[in-house]
C-alpha cells in the first residue's frame, strides 16, 4: 500500500528552492530607487550643502565685490586688459565680454568654480559608489530587495539636482547683483549658469565611469581626477594655442557659451550628450561586471617584494606615488608658465589704473613676484595635507594594523609617514621657486632670479608645517572628521588666496592665518621671528596630535 505525499507539506528541494528565489536580484535593476534617494541624501547633506553654499556663496561674494569696486567703464576696460595675457588666459580662460562687470566676475572665478565643482562630483560619486563596494556596504544593501543599479542611479541623480541647483542659483544671483549689462536682459546670467551646470553634469559621468573601471576608491578617485584635470589641460593648451583642443574639453564648451557675449546655448547640448554617453557606459559595464570588481583588471605584483616597502615610509611611498607625481607636475608646469609671463604681466600692470593694481595683491614686479610665489606655496600644502590624511585613510582601511602588529611602534610608523609630507612639500617649494625664478630671469638676462625665488617660496615651509600640524592634531583626537576637516582647512587658504581681497579682513586675523604670516618675499623684507614662531607651533601641534594617537584605539571604518 502506498502512501500519498502531500506537495504541500514536502520540506527540503523546493524550501531550498524557495530561499534561493528570495535572495534572487530584482528583475527591476531600479527597484528600490526612491529608497536609495533618499539615503543617499541622509547620509551626504552636509557635503551636498557645504558644496552647493561654496561654490554659490563665492561666485556671488565675488560678484558683489566687483560690482563695489568697478564703478567706471575705465576700471573695466582697464580689467580687461590686463586678463587678455597668457598666464591669465591659461589659468582661468578669457571671458567673450571682459570689458564688462559680468565678464570681469567670469574670469576671477568661473574656471575655479567649475574645476571644484568637478572635482567635488567625481569624489562624491566615489564615495558612495566604488567606496562602498569595496567596504561591503553595497553587497549588504543588495542582499534586500534592491536592484542592482538603485543605488548608482540614486548617486547620479543626486548629484544632478545638485548641479542645477548651483547653476540656477548662480544665474538668480547673477541677476540680483545686476553682472548683465544695461539693456541686455538676463540671458547672459542664465547662460553663465547653465555653464556650471553643464560641467557638473559631465562629471558626474565621469565619476560612474571611473567607478565602473576602477576596482578601488583610491583608484577611481584618483582616474576621475586625472580626467578632469585633463579636461583642464586640453583647454589651457587650446586657449593658449590655436584654440583647437579647447574643443576637446568639457571646460573649453562651458567657455565657449560666451556670457554676456555671444550667449550661445548649444555647448550645452554637447555636455549632456557627453554626459549622457558617460552614464549609459557607466549602466552596461555595471549591469555585465562581477560585483566587487572593476573592468581594469588588477595589474599582477611581484612574487616578491623589495625589502624597503618592509618599513612604513617605503611602502607609503609605494602607495602614495601617483599623488607625488602628479602633484610634482601640477608645481613644476604652473612654475614654468607663472615664471614665463611675470614679465609681461607686470607690464600691463603699469600700464593699468591703481585700482586694479591693488585688486591684484599690490604694485611692482616684486609684489606680483610676491602674489606667485604664495600660488605655489599653496600648491606644495594641498600635496602636504593630502599625504598627511593618508595616516587616517590607512586606519579606516585597517592596512595600519598588520604594520603595527610587528616591531613598529604608533610613533616611528606615523613619524616615518610624515616625513613624506613635510620633506616633499620643501622640494616641491624649492624647485617650484627656483624654476620660476629661472624662467623669470632668462626673460630679463638675471640669472639670480633662481636662488632668489627659491629663497621666498621655502619661506612658506613653517606655514606648510602649521597645516600638517593640524591635520595631526585632528587625525589624533578627531579621526573620523580628520579628513574632512583638513580639506576645509585647505579650502578656507584657497578662499583667502582667491578672493583674499574681498574679504576685508583686520589685520590681526590675517597674522593669525600662516600663509598671510609668512613674509611676501621679495615684496617685503624678510623677518624671522614669525617663521620661528610658526615652527614651534606646527611641531607642538604634531607632537600634540601623536600623543593622542598612541593612547586612543585604532579606529577602522
Known sequence: MSTRIDPTTRSGPPRATAAATAHRPPADGLAGLRTSVAFMVRRNRVRLLVWFVVIVGLFAYVGDYYRSIFTTQQALDDFAKISDNPGIRALTGLAAAPNTLGGAVWTKIWMTCALSLALGIVFLVTRNGRADEELGRAELLRSRMLGNHASAVATWTVLAVLSVAIGLFVAVSSILLGLDPDGAGTTGSWVVGASLTGVGLVSVGVGALAGQLASTSRGANSLGAIVVIGFYVLRMIGDLGGGALTWASPFGWGQAMAPWGANRWWPLGLMLLLAAALLGSAWLIEERRDHGAGLLPDRAGRGGAPRRYASPVGLALRLQRGPLIGWSAAVVLSALLFGSVVDQMN????????DISALLQGTGIDALLGML???????????????????????????????????????????????????????????????????????????????????????YLPAV????????????????LAVALSWALVGALWMVMIIGDALHLPAWALNLMPFSATPALPAEPMTWTPLVVMTMVGVGLVWAGLARFVRRDIQVG
Open 465 to 480: 608645517l602649521v597645516i600638517v600640524g593640524i591635520a595631526v592634531m585632528l587625525f589624533g583626537y578627531l579621526p573620523r
Open 347 to 354: 607690464s600691463l600692470l603699469s600700464d593699468s589704473g591703481a
Open 373 to 459: 610665489c604664495g600660488l605655489i606655496a599653496l600648491l606644495a600644502a594641498v600635496f602636504a595635507v593630502q599625504s598627511t590624511t593618508q595616516l587616517r585613510a590607512d586606519e579606516a582601511s585597517g592596512i595600519i594594523e598588520p604594520q603595527l602588529a610587528g616591531a613598529v611602534s604608533r610613533t616611528r610608523w606615523a613619524l616615518q609617514r610624515l616625513a613624506i609630507p613635510l620633506v616633499g612639500a620643501a622640494l616641491l617649494l624649492l624647485v617650484g621657486g627656483w624654476l620660476m625664478g629661472a624662467g623669470y630671469g632668462s626673460t630679463i638676462g638675471d640669472s639670480s632670479q633662481g636662488a632668489r625665488l627659491a629663497g621666498a617660496t621655502v619661506a
